[in-house]
């Protein structure tokens, strides 16, 4: 059976949550935690397949980072949802950082996304098969349950997590030509080319911090792209 944490002060949000989360598929399990401490000794006590947290609780306004490094510690893997009124413009990047799922501002987005998110979550939390993992001595190393971030040459790519899934399916399909309309199934909203174009040109930044000669992405013109990595020998050159 499927158990979720809802980690919130204001007894209103959580209750809002608690209902998404339990319209969203049946049979789930929902605690609902309102203080740092009570989220603590749960956390500790209970296996839970994801947890929607905010970050302010009570008086203390970091409480939800102090959680997050608290389930990371425990090395299960369990997604985290942050659900904030901080600015996405500045936290979205720290919980990315700390290894979250995703970031939510209050006010922002409406039930539907909520529950897409969510829904994602446990479709990647429970996964009918893992990805396969990369082959030996490959540059990029994936996690196939996306709560650690990709590495290239055994450095950390700082990527939005569409930006991710889009990373992970040229990858995947390594040397062979991945359409728009395939693209388009690994994208939550925008599901148009530019959308997509934007998000591979997110990638190719990312990895050109981090190796300033990486053109492992080709474009395809009028069809999409592909994934054609480096050499073998491409991996010692690095400047």
Not at 16 to 27: C, D, E, P, T
Not at 44 to 59: F, K, Q, S
Request: glycine share 6%; charged share 25%.
């Amino acid at each position: 059976m499927t158990r979720i944490a809802v980690i919130e002060d204001d007894l209103p949000t959580s209750n809002q949550l608690a209902g998404w989360i339990a319209s969203a598929k049946s049979g789930i399990v929902i605690d609902q935690w309102f203080t740092r401490d009570d989220a603590e000794a749960a956390l500790a006590r209970e296996h839970y397949d994801a947890v929607v947290l905010d970050i302010e609780l009570g008086r203390e306004r970091h409480a939800g980072v102090a959680l997050i490094n608290a389930i990371n510690k425990r090395r299960q893997g369990t997604p985290v949802l942050v659900v904030s009124a901080m600015p996405a413009a500045i936290y979205r990047s720290i919980m990315k950082a700390l290894d979250a799922w995703d970031y939510l501002q209050k006010t922002t987005f409406e039930e539907s996304d909520f529950i897409e998110t969510f829904l994602d979550i446990l479709r990647t939390a429970t996964p009918v098969s893992a990805a396969p993992a990369a082959p030996a001595g490959d540059a990029l190393v994936l996690d196939p349950l996306w709560q650690r971030s990709p590495t290239w040459r055994g450095e950390r790519i700082n990527l939005p997590l569409t930006a991710q899934r889009i990373l992970a399916t040229l990858h995947q399909r390594s040397g062979e030509v991945v359409s728009y309309d395939e693209l388009f199934e690994v994208v939550k909203s925008g599901r148009n080319r530019d959308n997509v174009r934007k998000h591979v040109s997110t990638i190719r930044e990312a990895l050109r911090e981090v190796d300033p000669s990486f053109e492992g992405i080709e474009n395809v013109p009028m069809r999409g792209f592909r994934w054609v990595g480096l050499p073998a020998s491409a991996g010692s050159k690095r400047p």
